[in-house]
């Protein structure tokens, strides 16, 4: 069961389909024997950068529990990881969208066929009714929330109430790009589960498998080594224009905050169009160059020349904020790509001075 529509040029298969979790062993473990031990909260929240296995982990964790609901059943004793074989029925209704004890939340689109910013508060309130209403196999009933950024202040509040009083045989997996970004409320009622950046091994492993490619392939290496540790990065990468343009844009970021106007024309043409993997790329190299620069700041710290790093911190957070929210914008409706280059490199010089 869905309220949402995939995004658009998705290059990898949905994570409800995909079989296969690379990197992130500590993690799946934590949950089976959770699970196992009948210890499993009412919600667990999924925390990592894009692309890295988050959302295949959840969907890993919903097939095996909808599989086997009796954690005292043989098959879960015996159980070494979360993997359900492709052909078990629950498996295949999940892939497909057919499984009526299974609610995912993502963003959707709009009666205008336009893909929205924000998950809708209407969509998030689905989960009143759904966790009230009689479970079918089993007696459990998950939903799935991809992802709790995109949550507007209504919709993590209608969230907050079931989160609240949660029912019995109910868990909610919560996917999360930020932990900073998840409200205080929400995190506080949910068992954290972090995940990192996967080695650039498990980049390339998980990858040839989404792309259908050999692990040697001198195009995989590339795009590999410059996705930071992501599987949804590197298969974007892998044209090479779009990597040479995620390298583009990497090239001017490093030279904040003096901008290079003839540079930044020549970005916005290789922008220009209507293609929304060189936006996607642009857009994923700025939060990838904002991310490393958030995690180097110490806020407890002041730098040589007495200026407060809590202060830079402050306003990368929010030079964050509004690149994304105008990257939405540019998405949602098709706007020019050169003012948004100019637009956001603007931010990011005014958020790196001083």
């Known amino acids: 069961m869905s309220a949402t529509a ?3 040029g998705e290059a990898a298969p949905h994570p409800r389909a995909t079989g296969v979790l690379f990197g992130h062993a500590a993690a799946e473990t934590t949950l089976l024997e959770a699970y196992r031990g009948n210890r499993v909260p009412h919600a667990f929240l999924f925390v990592g950068p894009k692309g890295i296995g988050k959302a295949t982990l959840a969907y890993r964790m919903a097939r095996f529990v909808l599989a086997h609901p009796d954690p005292a059943s043989p098959e879960v004793t015996a159980a070494t990881s979360l993997a359900v074989e492709a052909d078990h029925p629950v498996a295949r209704r999940i892939a497909v969208q057919a499984q009526g004890d299974l609610l995912v939340l993502e963003r959707a689109f709009n009666e205008k066929g336009v893909l929205r910013q924000q998950i809708a508060v209407d969509d998030v309130r689905q989960t009143v009714s759904f966790f009230g209403s009689t479970a079918g196999e089993g007696g459990w009933r998950i939903a799935i929330v991809d992802a709790v950024d995109e949550l507007n202040r209504s919709s993590a509040n209608a969230l907050l109430k079931v989160l609240e009083e949660p029912p019995q045989r109910a868990l909610l997996l919560l996917i999360a790009h930020s932990a900073a970004r ?8 949910c068992r954290m589960v972090a995940m990192r950046p996967l ?3 498990d980049v390339v492993a998980a990858a040839a498998v989404a792309a259908s490619m050999a692990t040697d392939d001198p195009a995989l290496a590339a795009a590999a080594a410059a996705a930071g540790g992501s599987v949804a990065r590197a298969l974007a990468l892998l044209d090479e224009d779009t990597l040479a343009l995620r390298q583009q844009a990497l090239d001017l970021l490093d030279r904040l905050p003096a901008l290079d106007a003839n540079a930044l024309h020549a970005l916005g043409d290789a922008l220009a169009g209507t293609d929304v993997a060189p936006l996607a790329a642009f857009v994923d190299a700025v939060n990838a160059w904002l991310s490393q620069r958030l995690e180097g700041v110490d806020s407890r710290q002041h730098d040589g020349a007495g200026n407060d790093k809590l202060g830079r911190l402050v306003r990368l957070a929010e030079a964050w904020e509004r690149v994304n929210a105008a990257a939405r914008e540019a998405e949602t ?5 050169k003012p948004f280059v100019f637009n956001v490199f603007g931010l990011l ?3 790196t001075r001083g």
């Open 6 to 8: 995939n995004e658009p």
């Open 182 to 189: 998840v409200p205080a409320t929400l995190r506080s009622r």
């Open 199 to 201: 080695a650039e091994a």
């Open 333 to 337: 409706y098709n706007l020019e790509r």
């Open 349 to 351: 010089a005014e958020a």
